[in-house]
């Protein structure tokens, strides 16, 4: 079982983007900027960070929910870290708020809704096909 995870856990990531990172990566009519998919994915890393160290045995972190908004671009090269803060527990769920910045200014913010589950559960019901 879970330990109790304090509201303000906190988790970062990093990363500098790469051309795989952009708009035109994923189609090449598409601006050279950083895509909105992976700020999202920086922001869900950095909430599993914030939420990790609490699980035991096989359990991890899932995401449930995304409410971002990309507010700003950033070209190849930049620097970006994203930052969550747990914010919420509703008695299965967490909510962390997320933001994202690169090298100047923050560029998105929003929440991320996490659930934790047992690893080997979670393994077994995808090879069921089933919820």
């Known amino acids: 079982m ?4 304090p509201i303000g856990a906190r988790g970062e990531a990093s990363e500098t983007v790469e051309f795989k990172h952009t708009l035109t990566a994923h189609h090449p009519e598409l601006p050279l900027v950083y895509s909105t998919p992976d700020m999202i994915r920086l922001m869900e890393t ?17 995401g449930t929910s995304i409410n971002i ?8 090269g930049t620097h970006m870290q994203a930052t969550a803060v ?7 769920f967490y909510v962390l708020r997320v933001s994202a910045r690169d090298d100047a200014r923050e560029i998105g913010s929003g929440t991320v809704g ?3 589950v047992s690893m080997g ?11």
């Open 2 to 5: 879970v330990k109790e995870i």
């Open 69 to 76: 908004q990309h507010r700003a671009a950033s070209g190849i």
């Open 121 to 131: 559960q979670f393994v077994e019901k995808m090879k069921n096909g089933s919820r």
């Open 46 to 62: 950095a909430a599993f960070h914030a939420l990790q160290p609490y699980c035991e045995g096989d359990e991890i972190t899932v």
């Open 114 to 116: 996490r659930a934790v």
């Open 86 to 92: 747990l914010e919420l527990f509703d008695g299965r």
